[in-house]
């Protein structure tokens, strides 16, 4: 600290472009950032505050302005919030803070004021800053629960960079089940935007639901999301594998895992039913429930008659 004469000048000559070598420590290895120091150049910032004087002492106080700086806009919340903008804006944040502290900078610098000059002019620009930074375009969010989402990155004032969805790669497994014979589809879809330059790679294991890598062989590569299995068959049971790129880079990977119903176990099902039926003693139906007791009707000779033949057609079908 400085004393000042009774001009308001320092005592003794002093570099308007000097501070005490903590506080340049201070400000060039704090881990702890904030949209100011992550904006604003500490040179600008030193001399900003070089002719901070305390009121209350009348002496200069390199160190309070600092903490005056903290308090206004490192530590507020509201500025922190407000400088959570979208990817790429983070420069639009430096032009709206640049245009509050420069200014100051320029009048203030090699020059005395009074500790209450700075808190009024610091803090007008910490509420200029909030109510043109909060009109930014915000981020669009993070979709999950996977792949890496460039364009769902939100800039960070604490950590002067954006920080990603942190979804894995890997979505979780979708089942499908199809008729055997029937036709299935699978779409490569995502919720969040992907790049105009994509590439989409699809790829098969057989006969098993996984997500390891290497039990995937390609099936096919291109530009087409849609992959389409006209008619369905026991081979084409197992685990498909959608994986998106960009450029060299993998975005996202979907999973799809595919069951096979056969026809001939949906048949013997049925007739399995009908049989069953008909060994219902002497040949008559369950009561119906809520019906009148011992309800029991016969069969008509219409319906043994097919009844015989579905258990014949069982009959044939079990043996070949």
């Given at each position: 600290?400085?004393?000042?004469?009774?001009?308001?000048?320092?005592?003794?000559?002093l570099d308007g472009r000097l501070v005490h070598n903590g506080v340049l420590t201070s400000l060039l290895f704090n881990p702890s950032l904030s949209c100011?120091?992550?904006?604003?150049?500490?040179?600008?910032?030193?001399?900003?505050?070089?002719?901070?004087?305390?009121?209350?002492?009348?002496?200069?106080?390199?160190?309070?302005?600092?903490?005056?700086?903290?308090?206004?806009?490192?530590n507020n919340n509201k500025v922190i919030v407000a400088g959570r903008v979208g990817k790429?804006?983070?420069?639009?944040?430096?032009?709206?803070?640049?245009?509050?502290?420069?200014?100051?900078?320029?009048?203030?610098?090699?020059?005395?004021?009074?500790?209450?000059?700075?808190?009024?002019?610091?803090?007008?620009?910490?509420?200029?800053?909030?109510?043109?930074?909060?009109?930014?375009?915000?981020?669009?969010?993070?979709?999950?629960?996977?792949?890496?989402?460039?364009?769902?990155?939100?800039?960070?004032?604490?950590?002067?960079?954006?920080?990603?969805?942190?979804?894995?790669?890997?979505?979780?497994v979708k089942e499908i089940s199809v008729m055997e014979h029937n036709r299935t589809r699978m779409w490569c879809s995502v919720p969040f935007p992907l790049p105009r330059d994509i590439e989409v790679i699809w790829r098969y294991a057989a006969e098993v639901k996984t997500q390891q890598v290497d039990q995937f062989k390609e099936v096919t590569a291109g530009v087409d999301r849609l992959y389409?299995?006209?008619?369905?068959?026991?081979?084409?049971?197992?685990?498909?594998?959608?994986?998106?790129?960009?450029?060299?880079?993998?975005?996202?990977?979907?999973?799809?895992?595919?069951?096979?119903?056969p026809r001939v176990v949906v048949g013997h099902t049925e007739l399995q039913e009908i049989f069953d039926l008909s060994l219902l003693p002497g040949g008559r139906f369950v009561p119906v429930p809520g019906g009148p007791p011992h309800s029991l009707f016969l069969?008509?000779?219409?319906?043994?008659?097919?009844?015989l033949t579905a258990l014949l057609l069982l009959l044939f079908l079990s043996l070949g």
């Amino acid at each position: 600290m400085d004393k000042v004469t009774a001009r308001g000048e320092p005592s003794l000559p002093l570099d308007g472009r000097l501070v005490h070598n903590g506080v340049l420590t201070s400000l060039l290895f704090n881990p702890s950032l904030s949209c100011y120091q992550c904006l604003i150049d500490v040179e600008d910032s030193v001399r900003l505050c070089w002719g901070h004087i305390l009121t209350e002492n009348n002496v200069r106080n390199v160190d309070s302005c600092f903490r005056k700086l903290d308090r206004i806009f490192n530590n507020n919340n509201k500025v922190i919030v407000a400088g959570r903008v979208g990817k790429g804006y983070d420069k639009q944040l430096k032009k709206i803070l640049d245009a509050e502290i420069l200014p100051m900078v320029g009048e203030f610098d090699g020059k005395l004021n009074n500790d209450t000059v700075y808190e009024e002019r610091l803090q007008t620009a910490a509420d200029n800053f909030i109510a043109a930074a909060s009109k930014l375009p915000r981020v669009s969010g993070c979709f999950p629960p996977c792949g890496f989402q460039k364009a769902g990155a939100v800039y960070n004032c604490i950590t002067c960079q954006y920080d990603s969805c942190e979804f894995p790669l890997d979505c979780p497994v979708k089942e499908i089940s199809v008729m055997e014979h029937n036709r299935t589809r699978m779409w490569c879809s995502v919720p969040f935007p992907l790049p105009r330059d994509i590439e989409v790679i699809w790829r098969y294991a057989a006969e098993v639901k996984t997500q390891q890598v290497d039990q995937f062989k390609e099936v096919t590569a291109g530009v087409d999301r849609l992959y389409s299995i006209p008619s369905a068959s026991l081979q084409h049971q197992g685990t498909y594998q959608c994986e998106i790129y960009t450029g060299q880079h993998s975005i996202v990977r979907l999973y799809y895992h595919v069951t096979v119903t056969p026809r001939v176990v949906v048949g013997h099902t049925e007739l399995q039913e009908i049989f069953d039926l008909s060994l219902l003693p002497g040949g008559r139906f369950v009561p119906v429930p809520g019906g009148p007791p011992h309800s029991l009707f016969l069969l008509s000779p219409v319906l043994l008659i097919v009844c015989l033949t579905a258990l014949l057609l069982l009959l044939f079908l079990s043996l070949g």
